[in-house]
């Protein structure tokens, strides 16, 4: 499976191109130059002729960069417990360029800075609950608002999980393009969960079976959640159903169930599918304006 990440990494990366410049994993990243200048290079060399005609890859770089200026990509990932959404948003923010929030990595980055949020989070994760609103809404809702999301687009992930946390973003007018619902039968989820490994260094996923370290160097200083126990993903996985239901009204016109128990290559080129022709919608909204 590593392999085959690295794989799914390469087969994303479009060749280097003038107007954005291609991180460690050749994606697109959107540099800190003004939007107005970065439209300006994009569609100022050349007409229309065939000779002038863009590369596939480069007219796709150009899409995205359009859509991000204009109304950039938001997105939404949910699912249970090990699903993939992290996996996923690995991919989709390398290829999207968009701010990848994970409300999960939000409250493990305050228990690791011992705040008292921090503290009283990890009091509900161990237990595999929601982590009570008053820690979750807010710093939710902050992050979204900075300028990097606004900027580029959003990828939240594991936020919305209640009724009352989606009611708050809608009370501010945040909805995505598109809330993409991972569906992973049960017994692969535990076995994902049970093998899961982090890399503390570059954050990067692994998994013992489906997704080992390239390497001993990286096998050595491999971590596991605290909440990564067949015991407590079986709460976990309790609370996600008791609460994803609620949320599958106020999305209804945007969600969209992608099967996540194919290969992280197989889940990711359907997600793919879905986002360019959100993209796509996007573009016909602004060239139509
Ligand atoms: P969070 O960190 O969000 O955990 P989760 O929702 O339980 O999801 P995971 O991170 O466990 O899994 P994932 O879907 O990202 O899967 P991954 O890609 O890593 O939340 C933790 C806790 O924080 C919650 O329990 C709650 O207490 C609290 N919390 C978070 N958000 C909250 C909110 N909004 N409100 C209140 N409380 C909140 O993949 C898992 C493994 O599978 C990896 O090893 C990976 O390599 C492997 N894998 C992935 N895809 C594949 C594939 N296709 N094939 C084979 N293996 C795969």
């Known amino acids: 499976m590593a392999s085959s990440m690295a794989a799914a990494a390469s087969y994303l990366s479009p060749p280097p191109v003038t107007a954005e410049r291609p991180t460690a994993r050749g994606c697109l990243h959107f540099p800190s130059a003004p939007a107005s200048s970065r439209f300006l290079r ?47 948003c690995e991919l989709i923010k390398a290829k999207y360029g968009v701010v990848h929030i994970s409300a999960g990595d939000l409250l493990r980055a305050e228990i690791a800075a011992g705040t008292e949020n921090g503290k009283r989070a990890k009091e509900f994760m161990e237990k595999g ?57 049960d017994e692969i989820l535990v076995e994902r969960v049970v093998g899961r490994r982090l890399d503390p260094v570059t954050g990067r996923i692994y998994h013992v079976k489906y997704s080992p370290p390239e390497n001993e ?43 996540g128990d194919a290969t992280v290559e197989g889940v990711f080129a359907e997600i793919d599918k879905l ?8 573009e016909e909204m602004v060239a139509s304006a």
């Open 42 to 88: 994009l569609h100022s060399a050349g007409g229309r002729s065939p000779a002038n005609r863009k590369p596939r890859y480069l007219r796709r770089a150009a899409k995205v960069v359009v859509a991000a200026m204009a109304d950039p990509l938001k997105v939404m990932i949910a699912g249970a417990p090990a699903s993939g959404k992290g996996t996923q």
């Open 129 to 185: 609950q929601l982590v009570p609103d008053d820690i979750v809404v807010n710093m939710v809702k902050e992050r979204l608002l900075q300028p990097d999301a606004q900027e580029n687009g959003w990828l939240l992930d594991g936020y919305p999980r209640s009724y009352s946390q989606a009611m708050a973003l809608e009370t501010l007018g945040i909805r995505p393009d598109i809330f993409i619902l991972l569906d992973v039968p």
């Open 217 to 259: 160097e990286i096998a050595a200083r491999l971590t596991q959640r605290f909440d990564d126990t067949e015991e407590k993903v079986k709460l976990r996985l309790q609370t996600h159903y008791q609460n994803v239901e609620s949320l599958l009204s106020i999305y209804e016109d945007v969600i969209v169930k992608v099967k």
């Open 275 to 282: 986002l360019n022709s959100s993209v796509d919608k996007k």
